[in-house]
């Protein structure tokens, strides 16, 4: 049996078959996500709906077209953002992406429009959340008159692929939008409605792992997920007791729990069966390391006077040649957090001794590994137990062995990274097999999933 899993995120939108007994991933494609269309506003980040989902069709008919026993199809995506439909299931505005700014802009009362909807229902909210942006809409009297309910742009290809006319939300896209309530599983709408929000648009949510309809071809469609949580059931085996690294642009670390329980200045965010998972995210991650070899580059061009090419080669051979004391200490918060976005990096205990180019590689990839090693430490805190596992996914982890040692040595666990690199698809493809009664839990079906050995 296979399973096709299609994620659609920002920049790129990725599909796989996947051999849903032994794991092993037959076909994957990626495609750039060139959708974006220009809004009447500077500050406002778009891309256009039916082209998103021309490029999903496109993936869904190959894939058909090559293997003809596919028993389930997942999707996943680009969390917080929404698209608004009407009557007949269509689109009816363009993607409102979770990179608009417009909930950032200032109000009458000099408040943001995000912090406005914050104070008045009680949930933190940022700009880009789909609460957020609607809430934008209805204060402008700009929601198209047609609309007849939004969603995610996962939700809307699910939409599409099912010939469905009203949207069915997992728990895991609707807690994004903002303004959910966890232990109701469902939004906020006696405070929204006190925000002067009109919650006769608001989807229909479900917790459940469940088919949401059949394609023309008879296969059956999962509802969509968030592709946090679907990086994450793609990547463990345990949920409950294994720790995801990701670093890529930014970089996360997320861990399952069977309880509703706040952690201060980490997510807590609904996943599957019964199971939610604390994030904590940190806005820098990967980008750091970019601007240390950016830098690094300024510096090489600057002396011989030509462009030079990617340093990362040299950098990670000279870790490895010359491991320093790491004395110097680097905080790579260079973006601040989502909490204290005003934060900056720094970088201390520098001597003439520290002042190396070894040392500084050192004390960036030292000051990645941890700012996420003081979320595990929040995360291990409230949870009230330690994780047995760590697993790392991501560009920045897949293509580093000096950051694996680091996180090996800051964690004090052996590192698993898997075999496919496509984690989000995977795990949607795998929600898709358990919702279609392929397995009878995700456990079951994560254990399907095969891992690198690195630790070496």
Not at 107 to 115: I, R, V
Request: one cysteine or more; aromatic letters at 8%.
């Amino acid at each position: 049996m296979k399973s096709i899993g299609i994620d659609i995120g920002t920049t790129t939108i990725c599909g796989i078959v996947l051999d849903g007994q032994t794991g092993r991933v037959l076909q994957s494609k990626t495609i750039p996500n060139k959708t974006s269309v220009s809004g009447s506003r500077p500050y406002e980040r778009l891309q256009d709906p039916e082209l998103i989902i021309g490029a999903v069709l496109k993936l869904y008919d190959s894939f058909t077209a090559d293997y003809q026993d596919i028993v389930s199809l997942g999707l996943t995506g680009q969390m917080h953002g929404i698209v608004y439909t009407g009557e007949d299931g269509q689109a009816v505005s363009p993607l409102y992406t979770w990179l608009d700014e417009r909930g950032n802009q200032t109000m009458e009362d000099g408040q943001t429009y995000a912090q406005s909807l914050s104070e008045k229902t009680g949930y933190p909210l940022a700009t880009g959340f789909g609460m957020v942006t609607h809430y934008w809409h209805t204060l402008h009297h700009s929601i198209p008159s047609n609309a007849v309910s939004f969603c995610t742009i996962q939700d809307y290809a699910a939409m599409r692929l099912t010939s469905s006319t009203v949207p069915l939300i997992h728990a895991s896209d609707a807690a994004s939008l903002g303004c959910y309530q966890m232990d109701r599983q469902g939004f906020d709408t006696r405070g929204l409605q006190a925000a002067g929000i009109d919650t006769g648009l608001l989807p229909s949510v479900t917790a459940d792992m469940r088919v949401i309809g059949v394609t023309a071809d008879q296969i059956p469609v999962s509802a969509a997920i968030g592709d946090n949580q679907a990086s994450f059931i793609g990547s463990v085996q345990d949920m409950e007791h294994t720790i995801l690294v990701n670093v890529g642009t930014g970089s996360q670390i997320s861990l399952g729990t069977d309880k509703i329980t706040p952690c201060s200045g980490i997510e807590l965010r609904p996943c599957a069966e019964d199971t939610y998972l604390f994030a904590g995210s940190c806005l820098c991650g990967g980008r750091a390391y970019a601007a240390l070899e950016q830098f690094f580059k300024e510096c090489a061009e600057m002396i011989t006077g030509c462009p030079t090419e990617s340093l990362y080669p040299h950098m990670d051979r000279l870790l490895r040649e010359q491991r320093p004391s790491g004395k110097l200490k680097v905080d790579t918060r260079f973006a601040g957090t989502r909490e204290a976005p005003y934060l900056t990096g720094s970088v201390s205990h520098m001597t003439l001794e520290t002042f190396h180019p070894a040392d500084f590689i050192y004390g960036v990839l030292d000051g990645i590994a941890g700012e996420l090693f003081d979320y595990y430490q929040l995360i291990c805190k409230t949870k009230g137990s330690p994780a047995q596992k760590m697993v790392g996914s991501g560009n920045g982890i897949r293509m580093n062995g000096n950051l694996q040692q680091i996180l090996r040595e800051k964690f004090q666990m052996e590192l698993s990274i898997p075999c496919h690199q496509e984690e989000a698809s995977y795990g949607a493809a795998l929600f898709s097999m358990v919702s279609a009664g392929y397995y009878p839990s995700l456990t079951d079906a994560q254990q399907i999933i095969k891992y690198t050995d690195v630790n070496f």
